[in-house]
């Protein structure tokens, strides 16, 4: 039962891993945008 249970579930802990990794890169890519844009706002919007 083990021996056949372990093989389907390797690809699918796979597949959530993966996606789960690309979800926090998502994100992370996200916040230093978001970041960014708001530098470049604020720089505009008050000139030194």
Known sequence: MATKL???VVPLVK???SSF???INFLTIDL???NSL???SARECMPL
Request: charged residues 0%; without cysteine; glycine residues 0%.
């Open 6 to 8: 372990i093989p389907s």
């Open 38 to 40: 708001v530098a470049i």
């Open 32 to 34: 230093v945008f978001s």
């Open 21 to 23: 990794f690309a979800f």
């Open 15 to 17: 597949i959530i891993s």
